[in-house]
């Protein structure tokens, strides 16, 4: 069987500065990549891209969304818009601002509308404006196994119902577990799933021209190297994500302690991050790293420990119980003092303890107070009810 072509995409980032959407969608892997363009692309580069597309069309992407603030950057959008028409292409575009995709009717060839719940709510203004026009509509999947996904299926035949076209339903690039799509089909083509790795195989132009994998950190590969690797201790939001994925869908940074200083290697040469040491002092322990990959993806929080014992007296610090918990190896490590019982309950149920007592602080840093009124207030905002 002869393999599919590569999809191949322009991301656009209109803005001299900043990022270029109104939205802030949690599984956005774009926001903060280095790759990101400030302006728009040249034409030459542009042409020197889609030359070498062997499909019938080219989208426009985000990066940040294409429509944003229309009034302002049409003129760039048009311009690329007739570079990819004069090389034979059509257009796709994928926005989620719904209030401009009228004005494309005759311009581009087809729009991918990307859902979240403020467009959802939003559409039947617009639906009546884009008579003529070939619309589907795309929904990112929450980062979950498949069992959680097929159990949201009657969910998306519904929507597919509500929405009346064409339904995309994309794997998370941001996802640490492995899907099994034989799980998840509806018996015909109205509702179709995307994989990531078709996503990771694509063509995209941002400052670059390079192969998605390439541009992305795919959290499922990434994943499968800290949660094995030995040497690491998983804490906070990641590992009760692992715990209930379902109550706790995402996760911002990725919290590990690493016990030798070859895994920073590891995560550099396999993985594309770059370390930075923000230790309070040139002699202080820990070691405090923060890591950002060049690969559009999840910061690392990295505290580079000499022994198991610390990283346990550290784990065993955390002011509340939820936190009293860490992952290596494919095991979870409970504190005992607490118990696995009273911490799975407090991270199942979003019910949060207070610790009374002494805690040994000797390894944490001297910002430790003003960390664990942020954390507090990070727990708040995510649902969490505190009990002190």
Sequence with gaps: MKPASQNFTIIVNWKKKGFG????????NWRDSPLLPHGAQSAKDISAFIKQCDKSFITISGGADPLYKFEEYEPQLLAMIQIIKEHGFK??????????????????DYVSISLDPDVLAAIGHYQHEWEGIDIEYSLVLPPLPTAAIVTLKPQYFSLYGQLGKRLVLRENLNSIFPLDFSQLVFGHSGIVFVTKALCLASRYLTTVDSVGHDLVQDGERLANYFM?????????????HLINPSMHPEFSDIDMIALDADVMRILEDQFSYTFK???QTATSYPRYFLGKSVRAGKTIQLILMNTP????????????DVDRV????????????IGETAIRHAINTKQV????GDRDLSLFSINRPLVEQRHKIKLLRKGFTINE
Excluded: W
């Excluded at 257009?91 to 581009?108: C, F, P, S």
């Excluded at 860490?326 to 003092?337: E, M, P």
């Excluded at 303890?353 to 009374?356: C, H, K, Q």
């Design 21 to 28: 959407c109104a939205k802030v969608c949690s599984y956005c």
């Design 277 to 279: 040491d923000v230790s």
């Design 326 to 337: 860490s992952f290596s190896a494919g095991q979870f490590h409970f504190d005992s003092t």
């Design 353 to 356: 303890s207070l610790i009374d």
């Design 228 to 240: 094995n690797e030995p040497r690491l201790r998983l804490f906070g939001g990641i590992v009760k």
């Design 91 to 108: 257009v796709r575009i994928i926005t989620r601002e719904i209030q401009h995709v009228a004005k494309l009717k005759g311009i581009v």
């Design 309 to 320: 014992a610390d990283a346990m007296k550290f784990i065993a610090g955390a002011q509340f």
